[in-house]
């Protein structure tokens, strides 16, 4: 196919009557400033890259002016306080366009200009991709397809929790706009009608490998962002006055977010590479200073006389004081000991207590809000549920956008099975130092009928994978309300697993529960084997203790509660008392799961066996009860195994005093 000329674009007309254009922004003289300002983040960028011999500078160029207006004319910032939670915030989707979003902070005058010759050094935070170790940036990016998804987080809670006139602006790239997620994410944004949101699309018409699909064919875009309820304006991208008229619009557009779908060209102004194959993450090489120089002679004021363009400020702007610590149940649990409760049921319960504690608790599901219990939560308090539906990619997104700059504190909640499809998203929100926190309901086999497509099995490994994370695995309905009191107050990413049975009450009300701090539910002076279960197997762990006694074998069980971080101090010491003897039971695959935990914390440890019963192929539909026990994890699978060990045949034995 050939690439799309690059003659001069001419926009649709924008609806002047919308836009309301001042007098100010009408002046010539600052169309030129803005313009010297959009050249010298090209030359920022470029010359960074070459510092660093690596990088995105074409990519930076096509964006150049439209950073420029958005800092110099449009956004509302607090240099002084970047997190200003009243300020406008910007997610740079495409993050390789790194360097000239540093530039623009730069020339803003958060940092002095020198340093972005640091970018992509190892004692730099000026990284390749953004990350909120820079005090500018809320959440990491470059991962293609997620920037609208967590814009749209924040552009929520700025609409419907703080009821603030912040807005929200989002650079994607035209390449990325393949991915599926964007479109989720318009979906969930046009929806609720954000028109606080404002999403820009790069289309600079060339991917890394390849021209992208629909180069520089706007119509298509402008129909299909329409169509997905957007308000959408066509323009030239490297046009300060249509850039600013455009920015105007979208800021008095109603009920609908607004879409610019900006005509731009990769290595714009670079002679000779403007707009050709080939020049995708590379830095210039022999030609930066021919561009250089060709760019910053059509700059009209330049050093040592620069141009002094300033950020409008976030004066004036308010929003309400959050308080998101120590957050707690407004009543402790209440449960009878023995009575039988799903810890899914619980989690809902705990969930609508926590927002009954403190009113920045929300939630977020998709679609299985019946499932998880957490519209228990939106029965209670229903401004502060949101409905992500069947797009589990954009619920996290959304999630993780909600949690920037401290303003809620989230639970998302979906079957388990379910988030391993937004894995991606999920690992970008570690990377993101955010704090959201996750609940996957129908773990395992356990779940029965429904068979394996529903069957969360991968769920811990995913997890044990996220660094800095924290897994909880409650086995009844008091340690899950308390897993869900821990979690909204624990730093990383935080994963609760539910089951869809019911399982007994064997906790107090009163009972302490800590992050890292497992439980002996059954033990005495004479235990032979340390059984070691979660969820539902820690009832075949205690089902198979009762039998073993008759018998006259006496082991020991243990309640991790957090399988990361694990409570390895407490396994080591009652292994050591069981004769070094462990068995690890779990509803979940071989790998990465609680059994591969424990062997990991025991790996320097002398004299200990242990033998791991896991589900150890892909399982299919069957009563709950009868795919525990095929698959080798049930009562009976645990007394065959503590057997083997003991090298005898219980029917044999007496029963021990």
Avoid at 304 to 309: D, I
């Amino acid at each position: 196919m050939e690439p799309a000329m690059s003659e001069e674009f001419e926009p649709k007309e924008l609806p002047v009557s919308e836009a309301k254009p001042k007098s100010a922004s009408r002046d010539l003289n600052r169309f030129q400033d803005l313009k010297d300002i959009a050249n010298r983040l090209r030359v920022h960028a470029i010359r960074a890259t070459q510092a660093s011999k690596s990088g995105h500078p074409t990519s930076c160029s096509s964006i150049a002016e439209i950073l420029a207006v958005l800092f110099f004319n449009v956004m509302r910032l607090d240099i002084k306080e970047p997190r200003n939670p009243a300020s406008d915030r910007l997610v740079l989707s495409k993050g390789h366009a790194a360097p000239i979003l540093y530039a623009a902070w730069a020339e803003a005058g958060l940092f002095p200009v020198e340093d972005l010759q640091n970018l992509r050094k190892i004692d730099s935070d000026l990284e390749g991709h953004p990350t909120p170790r820079l005090n500018f940036i809320d959440v990491g990016t470059g991962s293609l397809g997620q920037g609208v998804a967590v814009a749209s987080g924040m552009a929520y809670v700025g609409k419907n929790l703080d009821k603030a006139d912040y807005r929200t602006y989002c650079i994607i790239g035209d390449g990325e706009s393949a991915e599926g997620s964007i479109w989720e994410s318009l979906n969930f944004a046009s929806f609720y009608g954000l028109d606080n949101l404002c999403v820009i699309f790069d289309v600079n018409r060339l991917g890394q490998s390849d021209p992208t699909q629909l180069q520089h064919n706007l119509d298509v875009y402008e129909k299909r962002v329409n169509a997905f309820g957007f308000n959408a304006l066509v323009v030239d991208g490297h046009n300060i006055e249509e850039l600013i008229k455009s920015f105007e619009v979208a800021a008095t557009t109603k009920n609908k977010p607004t879409a610019i779908i900006a005509k731009t060209f990769k290595g714009k102004s670079f002679p000779e590479i403007e707009d050709q194959e080939n020049w995708h993450g590379k830095p210039l090489g022999d030609k930066a200073c021919p561009v250089i120089r060709t760019i910053e002679n059509s700059i009209i004021n330049r050093p040592p006389c620069p141009v002094a363009l300033n950020p409008k400020t976030a004066d004036g702007m308010t929003v309400p004081e959050v308080n998101i610590t120590n957050a707690k149940l407004s009543a402790p649990p209440s449960y009878t000991l023995g009575e039988e409760i799903a810890t899914r049921v619980a989690y809902g319960t705990a969930l609508a207590k926590l927002a009954g504690g403190c009113d920045r608790v929300i939630a977020l599901d998709g679609d299985t809000k019946n499932s998880t219990y957490s519209d228990k939560l939106k029965q209670r308090f229903p401004d502060r549920f949101i409905e992500c539906y069947i797009a589990e990619q954009n619920l996290v997104g959304v999630t993780i956008g909600a949690t920037c700059r401290n303003r809620t504190i989230a639970f998302a909640s979906t079957f388990a099975a379910f988030l391993t499809r937004a894995f991606d998203q999920i690992r970008m929100g570690a990377i993101s130092q955010t704090n959201a926190n996750f609940c996957g309901s129908h773990c395992g086999v356990s779940i029965g009928e429904d068979g394996a497509s529903q069957m969360a099995l991968e769920d811990i490994a995913m997890f044990r994978a996220i660094p800095g994370s924290t897994i909880f695995y409650p086995s009844d309905a008091v340690s899950t309300e308390r897993a869900v009191e821990l979690a909204a107050n624990t730093p990383g990413i935080c994963f609760i697993r539910t089951s869809r049975p019911s399982t007994t009450i064997i906790y107090k009300n009163e009972e302490v529960f800590q992050v890292g701090i497992g439980k002996v539910v059954k033990q005495s002076r004479k235990d032979k084997v340390l059984l070691i279960g979660a969820g539902i197997t820690l009832y075949e762990c205690l089902a198979a203790a009762a039998d073993l006694e008759k018998k006259g074998i006496k082991v020991r069980v243990i309640d991790p509660f957090t399988i990361k971080p694990l409570d390895a101090g407490l396994i080591m010491a009652n292994g050591r008392a069981c004769n070094g003897r462990i068995i690890v039971v779990e509803d979940h695959y071989q790998q990465g799961g609680l059994g591969e935990a424990v062997l990991s914390a025991l790996a320097i440890e002398r004299d200990m066996e242990v033998k791991h019963l896991y589900v150890p192929e892909v399982p299919r539909s069957g009563p709950p009860t009868t795919l525990i026990d095929m698959f080798g994890i049930s009562s009976r699978h645990i007394i065959e195994a503590v057997t083997s060990y003991m090298g005898c045949n219980c029917a044999s034995l007496h029963i021990e005093d």
